[in-house]
Each structure stands twice: as structure tokens, then as C-alpha cells.
Antibody, heavy 119, light 107 residues
């Protein structure tokens, strides 16, 4: 069974940092591209970042470019999101999501981890 | 690419046929996915490539369309289908944009 489990969320001050993790199991993690998607309270879904299976191809949403860094450790079956210079508008539930083939959608999602940015 | 869903919300009864529309600001071929999200849960992939049902999804869900206009249809609404539905374009990226969502509520 495919499982994605996020961790690392919590309360951060504006300008602060957090590092999110996504632990993968039940599939060959190194064969899949991965994404981070977030959802502000009561709002819709916003794609945040993408990383290819090898880590060689990375993309960011304009709203987080220069502040967030996506990475992965295929030996540890883990995906990460380093979040720096946090703003109130970064407050959201952050989901990791698997991509088997880009054109086929995000087929498995974690349960999400809540990030709250507030003083 | 902007995606606009309509309606933003709807009320329907069990057994009703429900249709949700997603319009793209420019053509995206058939590169569209639909997701279902229940409160406090992660989104679940229902349909990809506009009309291909994801494995395990009930056949009462169907998708159609290409270019700029797409529809998600639930042929006979079941109690477990009350949720919010999102479309997502997968043609031109980054970014992978989502529609704003359609909330399906019990009438």
C-alpha cells in the first residue's frame, strides 16, 4: 500500500523557518516525481513545488521562489521542503503528492501537515 | 493558465445527476484531472486525461471535454459523494494550476 506521511509542521514566526518531511513507503520512491501542494484554511489547492525522480529537475510556484527549497533523499525514501522567510500567507496545510506520469495527475497524497505563521 | 469551475457550490439529493464544469483560459488538450476532497482529508484523484477513471473510482463518475471546456459528471449521487471537487490542468507547467473548487452539499 502506498503511504505518504508528512511531518514537521507547526507554529513559526514571520521571517522564520521550518523544514517539512514526507516519508514514503509501499512503492519505489526513486522512480517517482513528487510535489508539494498547500491549502490555506478554507481555501483551494495551490501547487508549491515539484522535483523529478532523480532530483535533477525542480520547479517552484512564483509565490515561494527564492524562499522554499525542495529536495529528496532516495536512499531514505524521503521528500523535504525547507521553508525560509515565512510569511503569514504561507499558513496552510502542506501535502506531498506523488506523480506517476505528469499528464496523469497526482495519484497519491499524504494526509498533510499544518504550518501556521504568526507572531 | 487559469481554471474556472462552475458552479462554486451546489445542493443536490441522493440519486441526482450532478455536472460540474471547468473552463481553461487557453487550450490544454485533454490534460485535465479531477479530484475529490472531503473535510480534513487529502484530495483523491478521480479522473485524469479528462476522461480516464483512476483505478478504484466508481463508474458513476465520468469526465469529458477537451481544449478549454471540461465536465465532471456524477450519474447518481451517493451519500459518500458529498465533498469538494477540484479540477487541475497538467498541460502547461509550471505551475500546475487548480480550479477554485465546487462544493457539493446535501439538499
Amino acid at each position: 500500500e502506498v503511504q505518504l506521511v508528512e511531518s514537521g509542521g507547526g507554529l513559526a514566526q514571520p521571517g522564520g523557518s521550518l523544514r517539512l518531511s514526507c516519508a514514503a513507503s509501499g512503492f519505489t520512491f526513486s522512480s517517482y516525481s513528487m510535489n508539494w501542494v498547500r491549502q490555506a484554511p478554507g481555501k483551494g489547492l495551490e501547487w508549491v513545488s515539484y522535483i523529478s525522480s532523480s532530483g535533477g529537475n525542480i520547479h517552484y510556484a512564483d509565490s515561494v521562489k527564492g524562499r522554499f527549497t525542495i529536495s529528496r533523499d532516495n536512499a531514505k525514501n524521503s521528500l523535504y521542503l525547507q521553508m525560509n522567510s515565512l510569511r503569514a500567507e504561507d499558513t496552510a496545510v502542506y501535502f506531498c503528492a506523488r506523480v506517476p506520469v505528469i499528464s496523469n495527475g497526482f495519484d497519491n497524497w499524504g494526509q498533510g501537515t499544518l504550518v501556521t505563521v504568526s507572531s | 493558465i487559469q481554471l474556472t469551475q462552475s458552479p462554486s457550490s451546489l445542493s443536490a439529493s441522493v440519486g441526482d445527476r450532478v455536472t460540474i464544469t471547468c473552463r481553461a483560459s487557453q487550450g490544454i488538450s485533454s490534460s485535465l484531472a479531477w479530484y475529490q476532497q472531503k473535510p480534513g482529508k487529502a484530495p483523491k484523484l478521480l479522473i485524469y486525461a479528462a476522461s480516464t477513471l483512476q483505478s478504484g473510482v466508481p463508474s458513476r463518475f465520468s469526465g469529458s471535454g477537451s481544449g478549454t471546456e471540461f465536465t465532471l459528471t456524477i450519474s447518481s449521487l451517493q451519500p459518500e459523494d458529498f465533498a469538494t471537487y477540484f479540477c487541475q490542468q497538467l498541460n502547461s507547467y509550471p505551475p500546475w494550476t487548480f480550479g477554485q473548487g465546487t462544493k457539493v452539499e446535501i439538499k
